[in-house]
Structures are given as structure tokens and as C-alpha cells.
């Protein structure tokens, strides 16, 4: 059975710190990363990596904030999420597909978490 188990969402105060966990099982994937969606909004690209070669891609409003990494040998990715805004609250996703390089368009990936909520209080 594929799954993608998400972990470390919670509630915390702005300028804080939050590390999410995707773990996949099932099958390994070439490129994993993360959406958000808030409330009222859109559903946005955070973050995605290629878990071979390490490339890496983030959305501009969370350059030098958010760190994605990988686990090939645990078949898992992290976001580590520093210096946290008001405006990063949002269910985040995390996504994975078979595409060699990482990408922001939503339908580039195969397979869906269920989410987890990060809360940011100012």
C-alpha cells in the first residue's frame, strides 16, 4: 500500500520553528516536496527536492526560511521551517511524483498526503 505519512505540524508563535516529516512507503519516488493550502486560498507550492541528486526548488516567499532535505535511506523528506509568519499558516501537504527534477506545478505529482495544520500566531 503507498503512503505518504506526514508529521510535526503544530501550533506555534511567529518567529518560531516547526520541522515536518514525510515518510513514504510503498514504492520510492523520484521527487518529493510539500504544498500548503490556507484557508479561503489557493493551494501553493512550498518546497520539492529529487531524492537521487538532492536538487532542490522553493516558492520565493520561503527562500532563506525553509530548508527541505532527504533520507534516501529512510525513504524520507523534512521541511525545517524557521523564522515562522502569520502568513505560513496552512495545512501543508506533502506530494510525490516520478519526474527527474523538481517542480511547482501541482499536477507534476502522483501521489498526495493527507496534511498536516501549522499555526502561526502572531
Known amino acids: 500500500q503507498v503512503q505518504l505519512e506526514e508529521s510535526g505540524g503544530g501550533l506555534v508563535r511567529a518567529g518560531g520553528s516547526l520541522r515536518l516529516s514525510c515518510a513514504a512507503s510503498g514504492r520510492t519516488w523520484r521527487t518529493m516536496g510539500w504544498f500548503r493550502e490556507a484557508p479561503g486560498k489557493d493551494r501553493d507550492f512550498v518546497a520539492a527536492i529529487t531524492l537521487n541528486g538532492g536538487n532542490k526548488d522553493y516558492a520565493d516567499s520561503v527562500k532563506g526560511r525553509f530548508t527541505i532535505s532527504r533520507d534516501t535511506d529512510k525513504n524520507t523528506v523534512y521541511l525545517q521551517m524557521n523564522n515562522l509568519e502569520p502568513e505560513d499558516t496552512a495545512v501543508y501537504y506533502c506530494?510525490?511524483?516520478?519526474?527527474?527534477?523538481?517542480?511547482?506545478?501541482?499536477?507534476?505529482?502522483?501521489?498526495w498526503g493527507q496534511g498536516t495544520q501549522v499555526t502561526v500566531s502572531s
Open positions: 506530494v510525490a511524483g516520478n519526474r527527474p527534477t523538481p517542480s511547482s506545478t501541482y499536477y507534476y505529482y502522483d501521489f
